[in-house]
């Protein structure tokens, strides 16, 4: 049976719709860092190309090795400087800044997405892998819960999160190295957006 983080990782992947603490390990992601509006952007785009190619392709080529299920795309998100707001909800879009990431399995090497590269490179020249880089994140201690429906409700979920992190004595901490995250469960580019299944992440400390 295939390798699924999703089920053997359940308080990252499974959270509920009510706000929850979780302490999030170091991680091994491909990553592509883009800016502006994710629904109107062509750089966004080409990411998500780039990202889902060089996973499958890395799957395929290495399933005798360990057989596994690829990981939804994640995004990390800041707002341009003058925003006092650090969440994305309800904001401009086109100041975005964003890094597209999929999780890869810890065996995964940059010799190994070199290798990558070259192979779908062949199969599909378009694509750009030179986007892709791999590294590792570590979050830390953050509050979670699960947002269902569009993405541009989510404030309400954000606000719930808040004010969890109020009654706990915790603030907030978004800072350049630690973003609103988000990990979308559903393809957001197949699922009608009330239906959309999305977890909400972010980075929190003492207050």
């Known amino acids: 049976m295939a390798l699924d ?3 053997t990782e359940k308080a990252l992947y499974q959270p509920s719709t009510q706000p929850e603490l979780v302490m999030v390990p170091e991680m091994r992601f ?9 629904n109107t952007s062509a750089e966004y785009a080409a ?3 780039a990202l889902f190619g060089l996973s499958y392709t890395i ?6 090795q360990l057989d596994y299920v690829v990981l939804p795309l994640e995004g990390f998100w800041s707002q341009d400087p003058g925003e006092e707001d650090g969440s994305v909800a309800d904001l401009d879009k ?4 964003w890094t597209a990431a999929i999780r890869q399995p810890d065996f995964i090497t940059v010799e190994i997405l070199t290798e990558a590269r070259a192979t779908l490179a062949k199969k599909k020249p378009t694509v750009q892998t030179d986007l892709v880089r791999l590294e590792h994140l570590t979050e830390g201690l953050c509050v979670q819960a ?7 409700s989510e404030s309400a979920t954000l606000q719930r999160l808040e004010q969890f992190c109020q ?13 609103h995250h988000e990990i979308y469960l559903s393809d957001f580019r197949k699922t009608a957006p009330d239906k959309l299944k999305t977890i909400l992440r972010q980075p929190v400390r003492a207050a």
Request: aromatic share 6%; hydrophobic share 35%.
């Open 30 to 38: 491909l990553l592509v860092d883009g800016h502006g509006d994710p």
């Open 5 to 7: 983080y999703k089920k």
């Open 167 to 179: 009654d706990q004595g915790l603030q907030i901490d978004l800072t350049a190295e630690r973003r």
């Open 47 to 49: 990411a998500l190309a």
């Open 94 to 97: 086109s100041r975005f800044s």
């Open 59 to 64: 799957k395929m080529s290495h399933k005798d």
């Open 146 to 152: 699960l947002h269902l429906g569009p993405f541009d």
